[in-house]
């Protein structure tokens, strides 16, 4: 089975802190997402990754930054928190580029507070 | 824009037979996948339809029109292990995936 391990499941963090949140898969998969996840709106993709230090902007990137040095690794950053960053964010990791019949397999989410 | 209609909340009673729809408008269409997620918990696969009609998996079904641009997900024989939220969502030409807010399905005894 696919394990995508998010490394925090609850994170509270003070505004304008710089905040990273992490994502590990162990089945050599070519591509990471990091998504956030709010009441009544669908997931929205704030960055991807098709192959290591390759990254592509989503729809959301503004005030992240992402990092994958690794393939298996694949890092989202907050870089000057703020309160309207307060979220869930889910990472999930898939082993083609087209996704469709390869499913992408998600983490457990971080639920990230920024006071 | 690109989007995703379906409805917020459903309500069902166990053993009966309940049915989420999705409408999309996107820019292109590879094909409609469907997810569930238990509350605090990980979106995880059901389905993906990328040609016209009924795809079976055991007590769970999805149908895909592409003329019409819209899809269900039928669940049958329900179970209160059922009780989620189903996220419809489209791979578009750019295969990323454009998702839906989610459906919550709620199942009485």
């Known amino acids: 089975d696919v394990k995508v391990t998010q490394s925090s499941r609850y994170l509270v963090k003070r505004t304008g802190e710089k905040v990273f949140l992490e994502c590990v898969q162990d089945m050599d998969h070519e591509n990471m997402f990091w998504y956030r996840q709010d009441p009544g709106l669908g997931l929205r993709l704030i960055y991807f990754s098709y192959d290591v230090k390759m990254k592509e902007k989503g729809d959301i990137p503004e005030g992240y930054s992402v990092s994958r040095e690794k393939k298996e690794r694949f890092s989202l950053i907050l870089e000057s928190a703020s309160t309207n960053q307060t979220s869930m964010y889910l990472c999930?990791?898939?082993?083609?580029?087209?996704?469709?019949?390869?499913?992408?397999?998600f983490g457990d989410g971080t639920r990230l507070s920024i006071l | 824009g690109q989007s995703l209609e379906q409805p917020s909340e459903v309500t069902a009673v166990e053993g009966a037979i309940v049915q989420i729809n999705c409408t999309y408008q996107t820019s292109g269409f590879y094909g409609l996948s469907w997810y569930q997620q238990h509350d605090g918990g990980a979106p995880t696969f059901l389905s993906y339809?990328?040609l016209d009609g009924l795809e079976e998996t055991g007590r769970f079904s999805s149908f895909l029109s592409r003329s019409d641009s819209y899809g269900y997900l039928l669940l049958q024989e329900l179970q209160m292990k059922d009780s989620a939220s189903y996220l419809c969502a489209v791979l578009d030409s750019n295969y990323q995936l454009i998702w839906g807010a989610g459906t919550k399905l709620i199942i009485k005894p």
């Open positions: 999930a990791s898939s082993l083609w580029r087209d996704s469709g019949n390869q499913p992408q397999h």
């Open positions: 339809n990328a």
